[in-house]
């Protein structure tokens, strides 16, 4: 909230009313680009975005999409913005777009002054200023956030947002991919396949008990580390800062990266692994002397691991109360 404040008040100082804002300017800068995105500098942002005396509204992703930055997401967030540019100007070409609405990227090249004044380090961020005045215009006019999650990172979920944010319907233009649909149909056939053979040749009765164990718990972990919430949301792999150094957990416990789910899959195995081990292998050492070391070993184990989940815990929730040697 500071920092749409801090927008609207910065703009205000530096162009007062921002006088001959104009749409057909904004357009001029879209058609620049292929996909209908405008590249702004500081002074265009503040007086065709920021000011508030207008009859349009613009989506703008505040970005660094140089190779220097290193910054993965600002690709992935730039062709999702791109994906409903090109969308909404399919409709505008279609007849069905009723409403005033330009797509801009301001990068941290071209307003790198306005990002230092006003603190703002975390990025992407994708921002919506809605029309001031006019038959369109919201009963507030202030900007607004969209909130990047999985769901809304994808294409067909930013439309879905900015659709519900402006009031209005948006359509994502998303190329089909062939090749994941060749790649799912592969591997579907190449399923199917194995679960013939395997029915054809295999006695599921003379399976070991220990077999059945080990599917159940791989189950097991995967239905509780994550791994559906994945499927549905695609987030992305890893996160990543904006000086390009890897983040492995989200830190919030309504998003999550899809590393999350192979790190606490593997933890939740160990634990469990250390429990069989304690439980099935260790009475049946017959030195005692080894005994005591294995389970010391063990215990030490599923005590470390343990603690490492706590401290995960208390990552993605800092309400959680329990904590086990690590912090």
Known sequence: ????????????????????????????????????????RVDAFMKQVVNED?????????????????????????????????????????????????????DVEDGEELFRSMGISNIPRVMIFPAGKGPHALAN????????????????????RLGGLLGIKIEADVPADYTKYAVSAAGAAGVSYAAVLAYR?????????????VATITFVLLMTSGL?????NEPPYVGQTRTGDAVLFAPSQNQQFGVETQIVA??????????????GHVPRVANSEQRTLVTFLIVASLVLVYSYLNSVFRLKMPGYPYRLLLP
């Open 141 to 160: 006019a202030s900007p607004r956030e969209l909130k990047l999650s999985a769901k809304s990172s994808s294409p067909e979920g930013m439309a879905v």
């Open 1 to 40: 909230m500071k920092l749409l404040a801090g927008l609207v008040a910065l703009g205000a100082a530096l162009l007062g009313a921002a006088a001959g804002s104009s749409f057909d300017d904004l357009q001029a800068l879209c058609s620049q680009d292929s996909d209908g995105v405008a590249r702004l």
């Open 201 to 213: 040749h295999i006695d599921l009765r003379r399976l070991g008990r220990n077999a059945w164990a």
């Open 228 to 232: 559906m919430w994945n499927r549905i």
């Open 266 to 279: 593997t933890a939740y195995a160990t634990c469990a692994l250390c429990v069989v081990l304690l439980v």
């Open 54 to 106: 207008k009859d349009y509204a613009v989506v703008v992703q505040l970005t660094a999409l140089s190779p220097q930055y290193k910054c993965d997401t600002c690709h992935a967030i730039d062709r999702a913005v791109r994906a409903v540019a090109r969308g909404w100007r399919r409709q505008q070409q279609g007849g069905s777009a009723q409403r005033k609405i330009a797509f801009a990227t301001l």
